[in-house]
């Protein structure tokens, strides 16, 4: 994960907060003091649960196992109840469960964060009135960290949803940059067969009955006339090869690999995409194609679901004959591969060509497909 991502920084500052309040409340216990209506052992116990769901909840969210993240997630806000209710002498122990209400955009939906609001600012209250006996400044003290969560669920759901629209955004750029470098390979090639066509059907045309009308006046000159009609059928002849080289050679040429590839990552911000195609690298057209779709595809995926902060895309030639397009991220990886829609779109385009794809999610994901240069 991109050290930079602003989630995992504000999952470490959640997590220090929460700490940093066990930890005054610990050198408070110390000094003699008492917080708590339950045996210190069972509040600390308490404590201690709610802080190893926290990381286990922000953990299983991180690595996609959604089911456990919300288990988790319950035990931590049953933990924050807990601690809250049986520690009347702690002014603003509280403030643990704006961290739970935070926690929740990420975890479940609105529905259930509503409930888990509702029964934290409860618990808030019951727990001033235990501790002072005021009914007043209970209601006021469990309206507070109602407005609290809800203001924090509503900021971090605002950040959640953005951030969501940009990878969404950043995938449909990806995509618009490989369709319109498509298109524009299409247009080439098409200009390409159309001049051919031309060059043959008008040019050599032209050469051929010109190289006939030379063979015929051969016959019929006479020296020295003779001499130049054949150096013009000669040099007719090398029109008529060239024209023909030329035209095959419009026929066959492909799409350059490397600069395809780097007009489709090209203006994406994250990750950053690094492109290596080596120069002993020839394919035709269909190949070219065909890997910078693979390209477009693992790019998608990459800013749909790593979560990387850098891919690298290289392409190079075996020793037996074969390209091989390599591609690995330094994303969160899972350790369940589910081949969904694109990865099987990956695979059943190598295998048209006649090559094979192998895919892998450990430590980053990594895509290899290898097709025959010819």
Known sequence: MDRRDP????????????????????????????FTSVPVGVWWTSYGGFMITLVAAQWFMG????????????AQVVLG???VVTATGAGWLPILVVYTAALSAYVVPWRFTAV?????????????????GALMQAVVSGLIYTLLQIGTYLAVRAHHREVTMRTQLAAAHAELRATSTMLAESSRADERLRIARDLHDAVGHQLTVLALELEI?????????SEHVARARAVASDLLTDVRQTVGELRRRAPD???????????????????????????????????AR??????????????????WIDVACE?????????????????????????????ERVADLGGDATFSSENGFRVEAKVPAA
């Open 319 to 347: 020793e037996s004959g074969a390209v091989v397009l390599t591609a690995r991220d330094d994303g969160r990886g899972t350790a369940r591969l589910e081949i969904g829609n694109g990865l099987r779109g990956i695979t």
């Open 63 to 74: 690595i996609e196992r959604e089911r456990l993240a919300r288990v988790a997630f319950a």
């Open 7 to 34: 989630d995992l920084w504000a999952g470490a500052f959640g997590l220090l907060v929460c700490l940093a309040v066990g930890v005054v409340f610990l050198l408070f216990q110390v000094q003699g003091g008492t």
């Open 116 to 132: 888990v609001i509702a029964a934290n600012s409860v618990a808030v209250g019951v727990a001033s009135w235990l501790g002072t």
């Open 294 to 311: 693979c390209v477009q595809e693992i790019v998608t995926n990459t800013i749909r679901h790593a979560h990387a902060a850098h891919l």
């Open 217 to 225: 006046a051969s016959h019929r000159a006479t020296p020295p006339a």
């Open 257 to 291: 690999l490397r600069v395809m590839l780097e007009r489709i990552v090209t203006g994406i911000p994250a990750p950053r995409i690094h492109v290596q195609v080596a120069d002993d690298v020839e394919l035709d057209e269909v190949r070219t194609v065909a890997l």
């Open 81 to 83: 109840i807990v601690i």
